[in-house]
Nanobody, 124 residues
Framework: QVQLVESGGGLVQAGGSLGLACAASGRTLSSYSIGWFRQAPGKEREFVAAITRGGSTTYYADSAKGRFTISRDNAKNTVYLQMNNMNPEDTAVYYC?????????????????WGQGTQVTVSS
């Protein structure tokens, strides 16, 4: 079973950038597709981005397209989420999650392992 730990959250001004990392332990990360989700106060947890096991294919929510980039370094057992041109609507707790599906989807149900989350706050 893989364990996931997110890092890199913090406070950023609107229009700024922030990079998140999701580090894996316990099992090689290359066995999993990885997704990033976020949950704002009072809202459902929503899909942000996902990447296949080898990193050849990525998927993005409409809100993330053109601003966020998901990538991975399997040698370092780490997946990244680079967020640019951020706005206050991006404020949320960000979670990474692992899926055994070779083609990751947007549904939380297919992701079996979750990190503890990292807070991202964008000030206006």
């Amino acid at each position: 079973q893989v364990q996931l730990v997110e890092s890199g959250g913090g406070l950023v001004q609107a229009g700024g950038s922030l990079g998140l990392a999701c580090a894996a332990s316990g099992r090689t990360l290359s066995s999993y597709s990885i997704g990033w989700f976020r949950q704002a106060p009072g809202k459902e947890r929503e899909f942000v981005a996902a990447i296949t096991r080898g990193g050849s294919t990525t998927y993005y929510a409409d809100s993330a397209k053109g601003r966020f980039t998901i990538s991975r370094d399997n040698a370092k057992n780490t997946v990244y989420l680079q967020m640019n041109n951020m706005n206050p609507e991006d404020t949320a707790v960000y979670y990474c999650a692992a899926s055994l599906s070779p083609r990751p989807g947007t549904s939380r149900r297919e992701y079996t392992t979750w990190g503890q989350g990292t807070q991202v706050t964008v000030s206006s």
